[in-house]
């Protein structure tokens, strides 16, 4: 570094690559000296004039405001505040047209002039020296300055380098052809930039001030080197005329040789630069005190005849510099902000002059003609000998064109200054900047567009985590908790029957949940269920079969749970009822309620086991069932020896009509789809209802034939029991069918259920719902049967008996069954009359348990409440005629 | 009011391509000139021939490519090429070997890659190896320099040969080529080619009457004319020095190690340099910036890759003249060229 400092000083001048000579016109305006424009009417101040943050703003519309009073806060390491460039009164805080290419409206306060151009207090620190260097940095933040040379890179953010600072480097190159506010600011102000340099130097400590400019600029040079003169280490570079050399990296590399290495900046590499007019700014900040309220721009173009430099107040808007200068109204159609090379042309006139206008460039269309129309590149390589970062500006065009945004970057697209050389060189008028320009924007975007997308997949990819990780614990809870209850099921024989309930419960939860979900899959999967469960059954008690069938068909698992809790209950109740009044049925019939309510609000579960499970478990208990039918059936030989005959046939002839009781009953759940397709609110509780009424409507048919058959036979009305079971799925069917149905079943298993019941009860059996369903089942025909063996001649009671056992247990079963009993009744009334009549009334009856079986209502109490009422007359009947019999 | 925008930079270079193409037909009036000194107005018909159908055939495929056709036709690129094809051709060559070279080189070589700037290949040169393979004879059919020939050729003679095949006269190409002794005249490199195979060292071929003090007649001239075009453009920073120097310097050291080592069985150096395309092709036909190497060091290895290219088929090859086929198989290899000699980037280090 010592040995270059001393090349430096010797005079050792590098070069950069490229670089071209565009006409440099800097005549036009560099002969007279800065003027001032009158003031304005108003300016247009915008808040954010510098890179960084944006600050927030101190005044509000309608304050007063003096000249240099700070109209923004500047709490942000990064941001410099704005002030007023005149007294006056704050207008509008809008939106205004920007010093933007775009033109896009920025955030922008409104100084309404009052004329007077009062200063605020203002308060120089001429003796800085004695001042801490973070207070005189501050002074310089406070004070508003940003980079005057194009960049507006807030200037007290560059006296704070993270390393020690080598050399100074002055930037008056003003390499951009028209540009000379840089010029005319160092032969008027030359002792004051070197103030402001002393300034820098004081916070910085360099160890060399170079103070660069370009060979045209001889008044300029000789103005600094005048100032400079006596000054140990500040050093006047004359440097050959070639643009860009103005460019920071550029000019370093000119007069040190060193490259800024790409994604860093000159300081670190011992190297600050700063642009004349920001020492200039920095010399008024600390000298003065006056923050940067103003700056030299250059009005100049072949249409401006008074071309020259002027003071004007940051905020100044382009119509009052046109109003005062003298040109061509006519031919102003091209407003260039800046020199010919990097400058942008602005919307309108109302754009105002910022912190980093250097020039207004209005030129006529000789002058700087529009850009003809693009021809083919010819790949001439002009532009890659123009390219002062040593890049391949037709490799960029190629691939920019072609939207290769890979190859582009890969040939270095962000390398580019955008100084424009390539173009200017270029021999078929290619904007290749432009191209270049729009390239990075698209990157740009790309890569923000790809950082949302890539977030967005993250957020994704936890939350499926976590939602597995909640399955997978919730499954886990349900499996322990699921062997809890098999344990305690296992050691308690007392508990047996709350814990079948319960778990019978949470099937049906689940159950209830999975059709709600999925109507059209409980549709699809009704069929196979039922074959499945034939295939299960072909041993099994049919009645079982058959009644697994409806309500596989109609709601697979949510109506098997049903019925398993409602068996379980069953079970209960008839054990109750064998010795207790009909109190207790009411005190039970709550909780059967709640389990309904339950069913309906269950919280959505897995319950893919659940099925399959409940399946095997009411065949393993209509297993156990028949064989302590048989079993018992060989003992109840004596009593009822057509019953014990026929048992074993029995169940192999109900083995046949079966198939068709299936066809039935999908028959009949698929027109009760069919009919709900439209009532796709009412999800799963139409098939439900369905359900119970097909039930409902079965029971009741066979309580009617009960009533016709109890009357010749005892015996006959159990064996009407077990048909039952049949043209409940075949309640679409004809009255005639039902009764070929019954005709052909000829059991007496009832007997043989209730028989089972008591030994099924006593075991200790794992698989408890369904067993104890169908033990429940059973004693609730066995009660039934007594009640008929008691009563011939009223049977109707005997039956509401029985089954008002089931209305007190299970909601939706027992409320069929009080409908079943009401229907019998009926059913035996109008038999007496004629039995045609009987099918309107079932209909009825079906409806109304339907109905209640789902909304509980009041009629659902005052029903039951009547219905108690004939169940305790029938109830001490019935047992009054078994303790007779 | 709102003011018209436009896009940096707003100033250009008044370097347009149509110029850029009129410097390079404007450079090449030496060696034109010079050529129609010694062999004849051949050349002119030659160029009237190509050029016009040069723009015919341009003008054809813009129309049918519905492509903007007074920007393309005027950029003068169509015309460069007919100029460059036409003094490659002998001077006599039947009309229709111009013809359809020319539009072989614009329709197929360049309007079907895209137009201008998309060819692969120099137009000029794929049409010449297309006519050199086609046609050999016709395109071997080079005059001896005027100097040599027994029958005089006005222009109408001239224009008559091209046209018909026969002269005024009724001789035909084939008499007029042959010398006072009745042999038919070559050029240099021809003859020597020939000669060396012939079993004849490199001196007794120098004795034929087509040589003059170790150069080729005519042709010498004719080479210089070029070099001097190729200097303007040069010094007009039309073209870039580097590939003219890396081929010619190739060319010369490889052909200068040769003659040192093998005196008798080879052409000497300034033999090589100044016969046949070497002069024009380096700074006419290896300039075309279309189809040359972009990158400065690209540019090197470019010149570099045909002298060497040149040399091996001159010297081992079955073809007399090489420069067609090496630049074309340069060609090939440019976009490789440029990809690994892309310069350093600033601020990027060493690379």
């Not at chain 1, 339907?850 to 109490?861: I, M, P, V």
């Not at chain 2, 003008?59 to 005027?74: F, G, Q």
């Not at chain 2, 700037?117 to 040169?125: H, L, R, S």
Request: neutral net charge.
């Amino acid at each position: 570094m010592e040995s270059l400092l001393e090349k430096i000083k010797a005079g050792v001048l590098w070069d950069f690559p490229g670089g071209v000579h565009p006409p440099q016109r800097k005549k036009l305006s560099n002969q007279t000296e800065i003027s001032l424009l009158p003031l304005a009417e108003h300016y247009w101040v915008p808040v954010k004039q510098h890179i960084g943050a944006v600050n927030h703003i101190l005044v509000a519309s309608g304050d007063k405001v003096k000249k240099g009073q700070a109209l923004t806060a500047f709490n942000d390491k990064m941001s410099v505040p704005v002030h007023a460039p005149t007294s006056g009164t704050i207008g509008k805080i809008e939106p205004h047209v920007s010093a933007h290419p775009s033109g896009i409206p920025a955030l922008s306060i409104q100084i309404i002039a009052d004329g007077l151009d009062e200063w605020c207090e203002i308060s120089p620190k001429i003796h800085f020296r004695t001042l801490p260097k973070s207070d005189v940095i501050g002074f310089i933040q406070a004070a508003g300055v940003a980079g005057l040379g194009g960049a507006a890179f807030p200037t007290h953010v560059k006296q704070t380098p993270n390393q020690p600072c080598e050399i100074l480097l002055i930037n008056g190159v003003e390499c951009e052809p028209y540009i000379t506010s840089d010029d005319r600011v160092m032969r008027e102000h030359a002792d004051e930039v070197i103030h402001g340099i002393e300034v820098l130097a004081y916070i910085l400590e360099p160890k060399l001030v170079v103070i660069a400019i370009e060979d045209n600029k001889p008044e300029a040079i000789n103005a600094m080197e005048a100032a400079c003169a006596g000054k140990a280490n500040f050093v006047v570079r004359v440097l050959p005329t070639k643009y860009p050399a103005g460019g920071e990296k550029q000019i370093i590399q000119v007069i040190t040789n060193m490259e800024v290495p790409k994604g860093k900046i000159s300081a670190d590499i011992g190297v600050v630069s700063q642009n004349v007019g920001t020492v200039y700014a920095i010399y008024k900040a600390i000298y003065l005190g006056e923050p940067l309220i103003d700056r030299v721009v250059t009005v100049t173009g072949e249409n401006i005849e008074t071309a020259g430099n002027y003071r004007l107040p940051i905020g100044t808007p382009i119509a009052h510099v046109l109003n005062h200068v003298k040109h061509d109204n006519q031919h102003n159609e091209r407003v260039i902000m800046g020199g010919p090379m990097m400058g942008f042309t602005v919307l309108n006139k109302q754009v105002p002059v910022t912190k980093i206008t250097n020039c207004l460039l209005i030129p006529t269309q000789q002058e700087l003609p529009d850009a003809p129309p693009e021809q083919a590149c010819i790949r001439c390589g002009e532009c890659a000998d123009a390219c002062p970062a040593s890049l391949l500006p037709q490799q960029l065009y190629w691939h920019s064109k072609a939207k290769e945004h890979d190859k582009a970057q890969a040939y270095n697209l962000f390398d580019c200054i955008e100084c424009g050389a390539c173009a200017f060189v270029c021999p078929s008028d290619i904007p290749l900047v432009q191209y270049y320009r729009q390239t990075k924007a698209e990157i740009r975007e790309a890569n923000e567009e790809k950082i949302k997308a890539e977030k967005a997949k993250e957020r994704f990819e936890t939350r499926n985590a976590r939602l597995e990780r909640d399955k997978q614990e919730r499954l886990d809870k349900h499996k322990r908790s699921a062997e809890l209850r098999k344990q305690s099921l296992n050691t308690d024989q007392s508990a047996q029957d709350k814990i079948a309930a319960a778990m019978a419960r949470a099937k049906a939860k689940k159950a209830q949940k999975n059709s709600t979900n999925d109507i059209t899959k409980t549709d699809q999967n009704a069929e196979p269920n039922t074959l499945e469960n034939t295939t299960l059954e072909n041993s099994a008690v049919e009645k079982n079969a058959v009644e697994s069938n409806i309500s596989q068909s109609n709601s697979p698992i949510k109506n098997k749970a049903q019925e398993a809790i409602a068996r379980a209950k069953a079970k209960r109740e008839a054990k109750l009822n064998n010795n207790a009044s009909t109190e207790e049925q009411n005190t039970t019939a709550p909780p059967s309620h709640k389990v309904e309510s339950d069913l309906d609000h269950s919280p959505n579960e897995p319950v893919e086991a659940d099925p399959i499970k409940s399946k095997a478990q009411a065949a393993i208990a209509r297993a156990k069932a028949k064989r302590e039918a048989k079993l018992k059936n060989a003992d109840a030989t004596a009593t009822n020896s057509q019953k014990a005959s026929a048992s074993d046939s029995a169940s192999q002839k109900e083995a046949e009509p079966k198939p068709e009781n299936q066809r039935a009953a999908t028959l009949t759940h698929d027109s009760t789809i069919d009919s709900n397709n439209d009532e796709i609110a009412s999800t799963v509780s139409p098939i439900k209802l369905k359900a119970q009424a097909a039930i409902a409507r079965a029971k009741a048919k066979k309580a009617a034939k009960l009533a016709e058959e109890s009357k010749p036979a005892a015996h006959s009305s159990a064996e009407s029991d077990k048909t039952t079971l049949e043209p409940k799925t075949a309640a679409d069917q004809t009255d005639e069918q039902v009764d070929e149905h019954l005709q052909t079943s000829t059991t007496n298993e009832p007997t043989e259920i209730s028989e089972a019941m008591y030994q099924t009860e006593l075991e200790i059996d794992p698989i408890k719902s369904k067993a104890q369903a169908a033990i429940a089942r059973a004693k609730a025909k066995r009660q039934q049967k007594m009640a008929e063996q008691a009563s011939v001649t009223q049977p109707e009671n005997a039956k509401a008996e029985a089954n008002i056992q089931f209305d007190a247990e299970a909601k939706s079963r027992a409320k069929a069954a009080i409908e079943r009993a009401k229907a019998r009744r009926d059913q035996a009334n109008q038999l007496a009359h004629g039995g045609e009549t009987g099918s309107s009334s079932i209909t009825n009856t079906t409806t109304a348990s339907s109905l209640d079986s789902e909304s509980g209502n009041s009629e659902d109490e005052n029903a039951n409440q009547v219905k108690a009422a004939k169940v305790k007359a029938a109830l001490a009947k019935a047992k009054a005629k078994r303790q007779k019999s | 009011m709102s003011f018209k925008l436009a896009s940096s930079p707003h100033t250009r270079k008044n370097n347009k391509t149509a110029f850029v193409m009129l410097t390079v037909m404007s450079a090449c009036i030496p060696g034109i000139l010079t050529q129609a000194y010694f062999f004849g107005f051949g050349v002119f018909i030659q160029l009237a021939i190509c050029m016009s159908v040069a723009l015919f055939t341009e003008y054809a495929c813009l129309k049918w490519r519905n492509k903007p056709i007074k920007r393309s036709l005027t950029d003068n690129s169509a015309l460069l090429t007919g100029l460059l094809l036409a003094v490659s051709i002998p001077p006599l060559a039947p009309w229709w070997i111009g013809a359809i070279g020319t539009l072989f080189a614009i329709a197929l070589v360049k309007q079907a890659y895209g137009g201008l700037g998309q060819n692969i290949f120099n137009p000029a040169m794929a049409a010449y190896v297309l006519l050199l393979v086609s046609f050999p004879l016709s395109m071997t059919s080079w005059l001896p320099a005027s100097s040599l020939m027994v029958i005089d050729l006005n222009f109408y003679d001239t224009l008559s040969t091209i046209l018909t095949g026969y002269t005024s006269q009724g001789y035909s190409l084939e008499q007029l080529r042959s010398g006072i002794d009745g042999l038919t005249m070559a050029t240099p490199l021809d003859a020597i080619k020939t000669n060396l195979l012939a079993g004849y060292t490199y001196n007794e071929t120098l004795s034929l009457p087509i040589f003059d003090n170790g150069i080729g007649k005519g042709w010498f001239y004719v080479s210089l004319a070029y070099l001097v075009g190729g200097l303007y453009l040069l010094k007009k920073r039309i073209i870039k020095w580097q590939i003219p120097v890396s081929f010619i310097g190739t060319l010369g050291f490889l052909t200068l190690v040769t003659q040192a080592v093998n005196a008798d069985g080879t052409g000497s150096m300034l033999l090589h340099l100044t016969s046949g395309a070497t002069c024009f092709a380096a700074f006419f036909i290896l300039t075309d910036p279309v189809s040359a190497a972009t990158t400065n060091k690209g540019r090197l290895i470019y010149g570099a890759l045909i002298g060497f290219l040149v040399f091996i088929i001159r010297q081992f090859g079955g073809y007399p003249d090489a420069v067609a086929f090496a630049v074309l198989l340069a060609n090939m290899t440019v976009p490789l060229i440029d990809y690994y000699t892309q310069p350093k980037v600033f601020g990027h280090g060493d690379k």
